[in-house]
């Protein structure tokens, strides 16, 4: 069972979800403290065991699971945030579970992907969603290059610690007048969306907190607000 987790707000658990995560035998998650603080809000009268299911231990763990999970045990998986297999750890056990025609299931929840792109104001018919980029500018600048006349919308997330090179990147490769939207800290108290031409939101965005997770949508060549 994959479970979604809220990306910010704990109100955007679903009811299903919260009954998923009491039902289970065992819950694999990339934080088992992130989950168990979870797991404490919701003040369950009996808590699965936690597993840490993390990206360094994916290849294996997915095969281990798949085998409890053949065995009759109800395993569930979730991310530290969001729908988990959607850039975070998940894949490799769906996979594995497909293969031996094992049944998987879903609470599916809020993604921060989906919800950037519909706050935006930018195309949403199609889009392109990548995750995460390579760290190295070098990288960055090549995808830009050869994604600058994409047709539809582009989403893509980036940490704190390197949204300032990734938005000076984006202006450089795709010029001040893309438009685009830089959201961040989605759904939470300190929530902020900026959307217009690329020059003008990386000043907005870099006048204000840089902590926390970003969204970056890119609209199509041309497309203006």
């Given at each position: 069972?994959?479970?979604a987790?809220?990306?910010?707000?704990?109100?955007?658990?679903?009811?299903?979800?919260?009954?998923?995560?009491?039902?289970?035998?065992c819950?694999?998650?990339?934080?088992t403290?992130?989950?168990?603080?979870?797991l404490?809000?919701?003040?369950?009268?009996?808590?699965?065991?936690?597993?840490?299911?993390r990206?360094?231990?994916?290849?294996?763990?997915a095969?281990?699971?798949?085998?409890?999970?053949?065995?009759?045990?109800?395993?569930?998986?979730?991310?530290?945030?969001?729908?988990?297999?959607?850039?975070?750890?998940?894949?490799?056990?769906?996979?594995?579970?497909?293969?031996?025609?094992?049944?998987?299931?879903?609470?599916?929840g809020?993604?921060?992907?989906?919800?950037?792109?519909?706050?935006?104001?930018?195309?949403t018919?199609?889009?392109?969603?990548?995750?995460?980029?390579?760290?190295?500018?070098?990288?960055?600048?090549?995808?830009?290059?050869?994604?600058?006349?994409?047709?539809?919308?582009?989403?893509l997330?980036?940490?704190?610690?390197?949204?300032?090179?990734?938005?000076?990147?984006?202006?450089?490769v795709?010029?001040?007048?893309?438009?685009?939207?830089?959201?961040?800290?989605?759904?939470?108290?300190?929530?902020?969306?900026?959307?217009?031409?690329?020059?003008a939101?990386?000043?907005?965005?870099?006048?204000?907190?840089?902590?926390?997770?970003f969204?970056?949508?890119?609209?199509?060549?041309?497309?203006?607000?």
């Amino acid at each position: 069972m994959l479970i979604a987790t809220p990306i910010g707000n704990l109100g955007d658990l679903s009811t299903r979800a919260r009954e998923q995560l009491t039902r289970l035998d065992c819950l694999a998650c990339e934080d088992t403290r992130l989950t168990g603080a979870l797991l404490a809000k919701l003040e369950p009268k009996e808590k699965p065991a936690l597993i840490s299911y993390r990206e360094e231990n994916e290849k294996y763990l997915a095969i281990e699971l798949a085998d409890r999970i053949e065995a009759g045990e109800q395993i569930g998986l979730v991310a530290d945030a969001g729908m988990p297999a959607i850039s975070d750890p998940g894949f490799r056990l769906v996979r594995e579970c497909r293969r031996r025609g094992l049944p998987v299931s879903a609470a599916p929840g809020a993604t921060a992907a989906t919800t950037a792109i519909a706050l935006s104001g930018l195309p949403t018919d199609g889009f392109l969603f990548v995750g995460f980029l390579p760290p190295k500018a070098s990288a960055r600048k090549r995808f830009f290059e050869k994604y600058h006349d994409f047709e539809y919308t582009i989403i893509l997330y980036e940490s704190c610690h390197r949204i300032t090179k990734f938005l000076n990147d984006l202006v450089e490769v795709l010029g001040e007048q893309r438009c685009i939207c830089v959201a961040r800290e989605l759904t939470k108290l300190h929530e902020t969306i900026f959307a217009g031409p690329s020059a003008a939101v990386r000043e907005r965005v870099l006048a204000t907190s840089l902590k926390g997770e970003f969204v970056v949508c890119i609209a199509k060549q041309g497309y203006q607000l």
